[in-house]
C-alpha cells in the first residue's frame, strides 16, 4: 500500500477477496427503444420504467446502466463516445460515479479490491500479467483518485453530466438511448 496519500489506518478489509465481484466489461448495448419487446421475449424483465439507471452523455452518445447489473459488479467497463470509461457503483453509500479511464496515455482497466475507505468502494488498477515490477495502485471510487501504490495521487477525469434517474425519466429525455447489454448467464 505504499506510498500513499492517506492514512492506511483508513483503508479496511469488506470481508470479501479482491475481485470478489467482477467488473463488468460491456457486451455492447440495444436501443433504448426496444427494451419494451426485449423485455416480452424474456422470462424477467431486464429494465422497467422504476428502474433506476446511471445515464452517461458523452459526445453526443448516450446510454443507460441498470443499477441492477451494477449492483453485481460494482465497476462498468465501456467506451462511449470514442471515450474509455469506468461506471462504478459503491451500494454501501449509492454512490454513483463516471471516470475516463485514460491516465498518462494509458486506459486503465479496474477491478474490485475487497477493499473499503469510509464504507465505499476501493478499485485497484489491472496491471498486466508476467511483469513482476508493475504493482496495483488502489483508487477511491467516490474521489477518483489513487490513494495508496505507484500511482498515488494521481485522479481520475470524472465525466461531466452523468445522472442518477429511473428508466422511463431516461428515455424520455433521452430517446436515442442505448441501454448497456447484460451476459445472459446473469
Known sequence: ????????????????PRDFLPAFRSLGSMPGSDMEAFNARK?????????????VTIGGESRAYPITLLSGHEIALDELGGVPIAV???P??????????????????FGVSGLLRNA???????VPEGDPAARP???????????????AGRELAR????????WAD????????????RDEGQ
Open 43 to 55: 422470462r424477467r424483465k431486464y429494465v422497467v420504467s422504476g428502474d433506476r439507471v446511471i445515464g
Open 92 to 109: 454501501l453509500g449509492d454512490s454513483v460515479a463516471v471516470y475516463d479511464r485514460r491516465v498518462d496515455g494509458k486506459t486503465l482497466d
Open 120 to 126: 465505499n468502494l476501493l478499485m485497484y488498477d489491472v
Open 159 to 166: 465525466v461531466p453530466g452523468t445522472c442518477v434517474t429511473t
Open 88 to 90: 462504478t457503483y459503491s
Open 137 to 151: 495502485s488502489l483508487w477511491s471510487q467516490y474521489e477518483g483518485r489513487a490513494i495508496a501504490g505507484p500511482l
Open 1 to 16: 500500500l505504499e506510498p500513499a496519500v492517506v492514512a492506511i489506518g483508513e483503508i479496511v478489509a469488506s470481508g470479501q
Open 170 to 181: 431516461w428515455f424520455a429525455t433521452h430517446p436515442e438511448t442505448t441501454v448497456t447489454l
